[in-house]
DNA sequence: TCGCTCCGGGG
DNA sequence: GTGTACGGAGCGA
């Protein structure tokens, strides 16, 4: 008796221009690696054959296929002629991918009277992928199928270096691990054993044989110090399983281009990491922003490491190991993504991390289903079109309200390009509405699997990274109607009936809320705030939803996305909101603004905070708490500064200082310190001197006039929509209690309706929020 | 509002 | 020599 196949899934791919494809695949249960020796012609879509005229008869067109062995040859896809002006009719193929690409190169200079010898990116008529993709997509593969995300061997690597950059530095330290048990340090205490270590590294990458190498930063730190450092010490850096194994990097318009090698998948987390916005990019702070820090986590500072490895070795150790074990951990949640993606889309993995949802997801998708279909690939969507009109934004009330309640349209986007049938024009097979459809019919299946408790967690981990990896598709798709020329099936008309449709389901769904007696606060293309008449539980708040969304239209549904105590609506999509928990979220440019001062914020918070629980008087003792430790010079400097960018180098600030000055800029010339563009500088308004480069932390002689006037200006102005300006005047504008003043206790938390844009006179109608 | 440049992040 | 382009902020026109 056999046991039954092994699955195996493909980890990693390598097509050359000379046509050798090496393909690595792991089995799932076993790990055992498979590698596969093929060779692949080239093959691109053309709008006609004018640039190869010059091959005579050694192109045979035919509507067929190109026979095994065959040389340069060109597929009518439509041998009725029954295809547009433009579309891609024919798929030329040739002995290898370079001799394709270089007869048609050639062809073109000559064809096109050209100077000089083109590009694919400078010339138009042709649809042109990588080797690896056309690959996947003649022999109909992906990667990672049947393969769970630590089913490929991954390994770590951090360096430890005594500078930033490799002609200054070198590396002293190397901390490996991979995910079956390797865990280890490779040290060079001096200088001459660098490249041994280094050799070491390679070594230690040929034994354990890793699929994945990651890191975070590794595009732009790790791999091109150790490269450099290795080619300065002459050891061939053999980091790739064919060929010399050298590495190469991809040009891909971003500052630090990409790192790859034949057969390994370089993965950098902080490229995933990027696309989550966090505040922070960095290792340490994701780390802890996941919770993967452990406690005896060793920080250290950047300019400390080489001092504290000559000192206390240990803890730069402990350090390094901590980074690989990190890197790791934020590995599976952010990579996670990527690597189902992967199994979605003919591209290999190390690409998708860098790649755009839709020209660099959705698109070889599309392409993938006109080459499975033989059909010509369809002509691009012609001229200029109106402009495009997104979504509806309104703004129905503002100062603070209760019982707040946030509903959306679940996937409002998609859900309508899959009820409408929604796609772009050109698109005979209908293969982008197809692709949404079935996506988010998957999508749906994933969700639930993921929140299934009879899973093992790992079974739902992954469903949750396919639920994921589809709805990043899925929501591309509307962008990618819409994104113009650079989307080869974009279709701005039909971008345009999504966001038509769309504004006309929030219309129907903010009517119904207005008819069940909500009042609104701002909608948003597809949610919407409201406030509900009297307090209510989230029971109840999810019914109401659920009533409102059985009106709307087959394959729309209204979510209940999340409810708070109170809200203060400032302006639109400028927002504050205290939730039940008691935390402040505070939302929009108004109230985020990375320009503003530590002790305005810790006013701001603390009064937005009363505000939101209806306490003026503690509003008010918050800002006199503040006006009195300004006064009695409690706060540093650093409390009042701010950090501003420079925009000009000194020397470029000198030529046109003359003429006119800049504030930021002539405070930091003023300091008598060199500075470049872009160099941030911490300012502020000292007494007797204007704007200053601060120099003393620590120090108190801040302007206080200046910063009591600020605190009103920058700061208690953002709490005016809450109260009567007659009150605001008398809380903020200086003025002692007079004759005519209210007393604190009487004044109330307000709002107001706001009708639209333009709407009636600014102070009508204010009335008292229920407390 | 658009288009350009710069940054991030790493020791 | 291994492929068609990151996302946001801030600035000046």
Aim: include cysteine; glycine fraction near 8%.
């Amino acid at each position: 008796m056999t046991a039954p196949p092994s699955p195996t899934g493909i980890v990693s791919v390598h097509a050359a221009a000379d046509g050798q494809v090496t393909v690595w695949r792991r089995e799932a249960r076993t790990g055992t690696l498979h590698i596969e020796n093929t060779l692949q012609r080239g093959w691109v879509y053309a709008r006609n054959l004018r640039d190869l005229s010059a091959l005579g008869d050694s192109l045979k067109v035919s509507s067929e296929p190109p026979a095994p062995g065959a040389h340069y040859h060109a597929q009518d896809l439509a041998p009725d002629g029954r295809v547009a002006e433009r579309a891609y009719r024919y798929l030329l193929s040739g002995p290898t991918p370079r001799q394709l690409e270089t007869e048609i190169l050639r062809g073109a200079m000559a064809a096109r009277s050209l100077t000089a010898r083109p590009s694919f990116g400078d010339l138009s008529g042709y649809v042109r992928l990588g080797y690896t993709e056309q690959h996947l997509i003649t022999t109909r593969q992906t990667y990672h199928q049947n393969l769970t995300f630590d089913d490929p061997v991954r390994m770590q690597f951090d360096l430890e270096t005594t500078a930033l950059s490799p002609d200054e530095g070198r590396i002293f330290l190397i901390a490996v691990r991979d995910n079956r048990g390797l865990e280890t340090l490779l040290e060079a205490r001096r200088a001459a054993q660098e490249g041994e270590m280094i050799e070491a590294f390679l070594d230690l990458v040929r034994v354990r044989d890793p699929d994945v190498i990651e890191n975070h930063f590794i595009h732009g730190f790790d791999l091109p110090f150790i490269a450099a450092r290795a080619r300065r010490l002459g050891v061939p850096f053999r980091l790739g399983r064919t060929g010399d194994g050298l590495p190469w990097t991809i040009e891909d318009g971003s500052r630090t281009p990409a790192w790859a090698c034949a057969g390994r998948e370089i993965l950098d987390t902080l490229d995933a990491v990027r696309r989550l916005h966090l505040p922070s990019s960095g290792l340490k702070a994701v780390a802890r922003h996941y919770g993967l820090a452990p406690d005896d986590r060793v920080y250290l500072e950047g300019t400390q490491i080489v001092s504290t490895y000559r000192d206390h070795p240990k803890l730069v150790r402990q350090y390094a190991l901590q980074d690989v074990q990190e890197v790791d951990a934020l590995a599976r949640i952010v990579l996670a993504p990527s690597f189902a993606l992967a199994r979605l889309t003919p591209r290999p993995y190390h690409r998708l991390t860098r790649a755009g949802p839709a020209k660099g997801v959705l698109e070889p998708m599309l392409i993938r289903a006109y080459h499975e279909a033989g059909r010509p690939f369809p002509a691009p969507e012609q001229g200029p079109h109106d402009p495009h009109r997104g979504g509806h934004v309104q703004l129905y009330a503002e100062g603070v309200l209760p019982h707040i309640v946030k509903a959306d349209v679940a996937s409002m986007y998609p859900s309508i390009i899959r009820a409408e049938g929604i796609g772009p024009q050109q698109d005979e097979l209908r293969i982008f509405n197809r692709i949404v459809s079935d996506l988010t019919t998957q999508r749906l299946h994933h969700k639930h699997q993921a929140r299934n408790p009879l899973l093992p967690e790992a079974d739902r981990r992954e469903h949750h990274a396919m639920q994921d990896a589809m709805k990043l598709v899925v929501n591309a798709a509307y962008g990618y109607l819409g994104a113009g020329r650079l989307a080869r099936l974009g279709d701005r008309a039909a971008a345009d009936r999504v966001t038509a449709r769309g504004r006309a389901v929030l219309q129907q769904v903010t009517q119904e809320l207005q008819t069940r007696g909500m009042q609104l606060i701002e909608s948003d293309t597809d949610g919407v705030y409201f406030s509900t008449p009297a307090p209510a539980s989230e029971e109840a708040e999810r019914a109401l939803i659920e009533d409102v969304s059985a009106t709307l239209p087959e394959g729309l549904t209204l979510e209940f996305d999340g409810r708070a105590r109170a809200m203060l609506s400032h302006q639109i999509k400028n927002y504050v909101l205290l939730r039940y928990d008691g935390t402040l979220d505070l939302s929009g440019a108004s109230f985020e603004s990375s320009r503003s001062e530590q002790y305005g914020m810790a006013f701001l918070r603390a009064a937005l905070r009363a505000m939101l629980e209806g306490d003026v008087p503690e509003v008010q003792a918050a800002f006199e708490q503040v006006m009195a430790q300004l006064a009695d010079r409690t706060y540093t400097n650093t409390a009042v500064a701010s950090r501003v960018r420079l925009g000009k180098s000194r020397e470029v600030y000198a030529q046109t200082r003359g003429g006119r000055k800049e504030a930021h800029l002539e405070a930091a010339w003023q300091a008598g310190v060199s500075f470049t563009a872009g160099d941030r500088v911490d300012l502020y308004v000292r007494e007797g001197h204007g704007l200053t480069v601060m120099t003393e932390p620590d120090g108190h002689d801040y302007d206080l006039k200046h910063y009591q006037a600020a605190l009103v200006h920058n700061y208690a102005t953002r709490l005016r929509k809450a109260l009567d300006p007659a009150d605001w005047d008398q809380l903020f504008a200086g003025r002692g209690p007079g004759l005519f003043d209210r007393p604190v206790q009487q004044m109330k938390v307000l709002w107001r309706p706001v009708r639209d844009e333009d709407g009636p006179d600014a102070t009508s109608s204010f009335i008292p929020t229920v407390r």
